[in-house]
C-alpha cells in the first residue's frame, strides 16, 4: 500500500512550515489550500486548523534500510528525539524488522523515521532530505479499533500486519503503507505523551481514500 497524500490540520501553517524547510530540508510550499510538504513519493498538506483546535497527529517516513545510523545522527542534530520513560531513544522491533526514531515538529505531532530491513531500499552515501522516501504509516485512532480494522481488509483488500487483531493497537497494511490504529487516547509511542485523538485526516492512494472523523473509506 501507498500513500501518496496526507491531509491534516495545524494551527500555524507558518511553523509549520519553517520546521519542515528548515529542520527536515523537505520542499515545502504555501498553496491556496494550505502548507504542502513534498516527502518522498507522499505529498503532506496542512490546512488550517479552526480556532480551538486541540490534538496532533503521528506519522512515519521509511529510510533506507541501511541507513538508519546516518538518518538518526543527521535528525539529532537538528532535534532532540523522543524519549520513553527509562530514556530509550532507539526502537527496534523483532518481528517487523526495524528500527526508529521519534521526534515532534512545530505542531506536536510524533514523527518517526523508520528502517524496515526486509525493504529492498538500500542506498550509498551520507544521509540527507533526500533520503525520506515516503510517509508509510498513519495513525488513525478510533473507539473500535478491531471492527475498523476488518473494515479497512475489507474494503482496501488489506491485511493486518504482522500480529492478530488486537483491541488496543492493530497495523493494518505492508512497510511501504500502514494504517496504525490505536484505541483512543492511548498514548503514541515512546510515551510520548500525546494521546491519540479522533482528528480530522484525508489519507489518499491509488484509487482509494480514507477520511473523517467518522472514518469514511472511498475506494
Not at 491531509?7 to 489550500?33: G, R, V
Not at 513534498?38 to 480551538?52: D, K, Q, V
Not at 522491533?93 to 521519534?102: A, M
Not at 491519540?196 to 480514507?210: I, M
Request: proline share 6%; charged share 20%.
Amino acid at each position: 500500500m501507498n500513500i501518496q497524500k496526507l491531509q491534516l490540520w495545524a494551527a500555524d501553517l507558518q511553523a509549520q512550515k519553517d520546521f519542515y524547510s528548515n529542520i527536515l530540508e523537505l520542499p515545502t510550499e504555501m498553496t491556496s489550500s494550505g502548507m504542502l510538504v513534498h516527502a518522498g513519493s507522499t505529498e503532506i498538506l496542512f490546512t488550517r486548523a479552526p480556532s480551538g483546535f486541540d490534538g496532533a497527529y503521528h506519522f512515519a517516513f521509511n529510510i533506507p534500510q541501511n541507513q538508519y545510523q546516518a538518518a538518526r545522527q543527521w535528525i539529532t542534530a537538528r532535534i532532540p528525539l523522543l524519549k520513553d520513560k527509562t530514556g530509550k531513544e532507539d526502537f527496534h522491533s523483532d518481528s517487523w524488522n526495524s528500527d526508529s526514531v521519534y521526534f515532534p515538529d512545530a505542531a506536536g505531532n510524533v514523527l518517526e523515521f523508520i528502517a524496515r530491513h526486509s525493504l529492498n531500499n538500500a542506498v550509498g552515501g551520507d544521509f540527507d532530505a533526500s533520503n525520506i522516501l515516503n510517509v508509510s504509516e498513519i495513525g488513525l485512532p478510533s473507539e473500535n479499533v478491531i471492527a475498523f480494522a476488518g473494515e479497512l481488509c475489507a474494503k482496501l483488500g488489506l491485511s493486518i500486519y504482522k500480529q492478530e487483531p488486537n483491541e488496543t493497537f492493530t497495523p493494518v497494511g505492508d512497510e511501504n503503507g500502514l494504517f496504525i490504529l490505536p484505541i483512543k487516547d492511548r498514548i503514541w509511542m515512546p510515551d510520548s505523551g500525546v494521546p491519540a485523538k479522533l482528528l480530522p485526516v484525508r489519507v489518499r492512494g491509488e484509487g482509494w481514500e480514507v477520511r473523517g472523523v467518522p472514518y469514511e473509506i472511498a475506494h
